[in-house]
């Protein structure tokens, strides 16, 4: 078993943990793990349950679907800032351009 199955198994047993505790099924533990995707997302569902101690699925799922969009914004917000960032470097170098040829000397036909 790898370091990140491992950590997967224990953030998924915390969680199972939770959802038993406050006497929920374990089929909607396990759809909530596998649609928060990640352990730390798993993590951060299991602290919820813990605080909050919600007494209805509705606001279990409710949470869950609040932690994904929360994912998919900062998702799209790194994809943008990858984008802006290459787009930045287009306009700076040039295409296919790189950072050598933007030196101090670059455009002078003799380096001075």
């Given amino acids: 078993m790898t370091e990140y199955q491992r ?23 396990d759809a909530i793990a596998k649609q928060l995707g990640s352990p730390k997302a798993i993590r951060r569902m299991s602290a919820y349950l813990y605080h909050v101690q919600p007494d209805s699925a509705e606001l279990v799922v409710d949470e869950m679907l609040a932690i994904c969009s929360e ?31 933007r030196s101090c000397d670059a455009g002078f036909p003799d380096g001075k």
């Fill in 7 to 29: 950590e997967w198994a224990l953030a998924k047993e915390e969680l199972m943990r939770e959802m038993e505790h406050l006497g929920f099924p374990q089929d909607l533990g």
């Fill in 71 to 101: 994912i998919e914004a900062w998702r799209k917000k790194k994809a943008g800032q990858e984008a802006n960032a290459a787009y930045n470097e287009l306009l700076y170098y040039g295409p296919g351009g790189d950072e050598e040829e």
